[in-house]
């Protein structure tokens, strides 16, 4: 009767789908999970070191 609300929301739905119901096998969804969180940390990194590059002034 009561379905969850990340599959009654549109929004949820999207987000359940690509994360919560991914259909991948259970023994890499860890590895999987430190991969895309080391990929995030990286992409991160690189655009605010980007900002800073593009912001950095030498005149102290």
Known sequence: MNKPLRTQHPLFKIANN???DLPAPINISAWWNFGSLLG???IIQILTGLFLAMHY???I
């Open 57 to 59: 002034t030498a005149d």
């Open 18 to 20: 690509a994360l919560v």
């Open 40 to 42: 995030l940390c990286l």
